[in-house]
């Protein structure tokens, strides 16, 4: 007779393979520093870059680029931008963004020359007087742990300098969405609540992905009278340098390359661009078409 309590052992099940190490590294960065003659300097900046992936824009206003590729050849391209002889020494000293990879996020690489490093539509200053440079290393630009203890504040207008779809994704707890779908949305979105926000006296806390978008608007923003701060490195440079930062940052951080957004540990968050774009937003849907083109090309 059988045993009812006899259990017959089963087979252990299969481990599942771990998932591989990351073998690319991911570096974003700019600078604004004036470039005589970007031509040139986009020559020079393709050279060094030979098998990396990713895309670089140079301009008079200065370089913004993606790369990634193996973390000896990211680290040996980093250096060389570095060098006194590099562009006149112009990129000595600059900020790099790193995140892992377990695929490659680009599908070439791109160096080309554009009237901006990015492209924003900013109004004139209310005086009509030239708006001064961008300036990433003033004294505005907050340290991780400084932007926390700003946040802390009840008076301060913490605004999120990024496209609605991103915002949508995630952001800084507390982050007004200023709806923007083109950039001018965000520019009237300051106009309007400018005078009330210097009339209570609010300091404005403002970021976006990588810092680049913050410091050319910053110019104009205090031309309007108001104090602004800004995330030193933007959201990429708070997650890489705090491994609590889901404390303040809720959602994920949406990136323009294959990964399409990373957690608050820069790992890709599994979203989809059709979790991103809205098809029924005109804006959205060409995104979200070249994104899935994109991805079927593999490039």
Known sequence: MTDPTHQTPTAPAACEAPEPPPTLLH????????????AAAATTVRQLAQ??????????????????????????FESALQRPDVLG?????????????????????KVSVKPQIVALDLPASPSGQPLPP???????????LAWRSLLARDDVVLLDN??????????????????????RDFTAHV??????????????AMYC??????????????????EVWQLGGGILHYLQVLGDADQDWQGACFVFDKRIALDHRLQPSGT????????????????????????????
């Open 209 to 226: 992905t990588g810092g680049i978008r913050c410091d050319k608007t910053a110019p104009w923003m205090r031309s309007l009278g108001l």
């Open 134 to 144: 961008p300036d990433e290393t003033d004294a505005s630009h907050l340290s991780p």
């Open 51 to 76: 098998g990396l992936q990713g895309g670089i824009v140079l301009a008079s206003e200065g370089i913004n680029g993606v790369v990634a590729g193996a973390p000896g050849a990211v680290a040996q």
């Open 89 to 109: 020494g112009a990129l000595q000293g600059m900020g790099f963004k790193h995140s892992a990879c377990r695929s490659p996020p680009f599908g070439r690489l």
């Open 191 to 204: 106009q309007a609540h400018a005078p009330a926000w210097r009339a209570a006296g609010r300091p404005v």
């Open 162 to 183: 990024r496209n609605h779809f991103e915002v949508r994704l995630g952001r800084f707890r507390g982050a007004i969405d200023p709806q923007v779908h083109n950039f």
């Open 27 to 38: 570096s974003a960065f700019y600078r604004f520093t004036p470039l005589a003659d970007p």
């Open 272 to 299: 989809t661009a059709a979790q991103v774009f809205d098809p029924a937003n005109p804006d959205e849907a060409w995104r979200l078409q070249r994104a899935q083109r994109l991805d079927g090309a593999g490039g």
